[in-house]
């Protein structure tokens, strides 16, 4: 089945420094959705990208799916300790009824 | 507030036992979709459904069911629980029956003891 892969599963930032995670998928995806998750919180969509070498930004947040529609990044810029959290890509398969989450990228950020 | 609610917030209970989580999505919403969550892992498809019908499956156990009722409520019935089964149980809903950004409610923490 599909499979989707978050790398890394941890990234500990310094404030003020940029940094990126990464998202792979084993199939081809018809979307993929950013999530983020606070501590003791529940999930919040972020973004959906839906086209081929789409590029998305929200203030400090750089979204991008790949060419081929497997993989995507989220690059966040001048971290801030509000950006603590877990980031979260998930995947809608071509029959787009199921959404794959990968495991998620904690990120802790120190002051 | 995403608008999805979730009952129980918490919910502890003994192995062996069934325990049912309800969920209510947010106004208009058709599809409802449960997650499972274990500590520190990511979140598993369990089951959508789309006005009252089942629309997806995911890993979901044998021994747990859900349903969509027709005021569009849904419920998780959890069954023969075991020690592994501990986790946060999350319940989205999306306006469409697939491809949407979904929105998820605060969830339940089951603990099996």
């Known amino acids: 089945g599909q499979q989707v892969m978050q790398i890394p599963q941890y990234q500990h930032v310094q404030e003020g420094e940029d940094f990126t995670t990464y998202c792979n998928s084993s199939t081809t995806l018809s979307n993929i959705q950013w999530y983020k998750q606070r501590p003791g919180g529940h999930p919040v969509f972020l973004i959906q990208l839906v086209k081929s070498g789409e590029v998305k930004k929200q203030k400090r947040l750089t979204f991008q799916f790949g060419e081929a529609k497997k993989n995507s990044s989220l690059h966040i810029t001048a971290t801030q300790t509000t950006d603590v959290g877990t980031y979260f890509c998930a995947g809608y398969g071509a029959a787009g009824n199921k959404l794959t989450f990968g495991g998620g990228t904690r990120v802790l950020v120190k002051p | 507030d995403s608008g999805v609610t979730q009952t129980p917030k918490h919910l502890i209970t003994a192995t062996g036992q069934r325990v049912t989580l309800r969920c209510s999505p947010r106004s208009g919403d058709l599809s409802v979709y449960w997650y499972q969550q274990s500590l520190d892992q990511g979140l598993q498809f369990l089951i959508q459904?789309?006005?009252?019908?089942?629309?997806a499956k995911g890993n979901i156990l044998e021994r747990f069911s859900a349903q969509q009722f027709p005021d569009l409520h849904s419920e998780l019935n959890l069954s023969s629980l075991e020690l592994g089964d501990s986790a946060l149980y999350f319940c989205?809903?999306?306006?469409?029956?697939?491809?949407?950004?979904?929105?998820f409610g605060p969830g339940t923490r089951l603990t099996v003891t």
């Open positions: 459904y789309y006005n009252g019908e089942e629309r």
């Open positions: 989205a809903s999306s306006a469409i029956q697939g491809g949407g950004e979904q929105y």
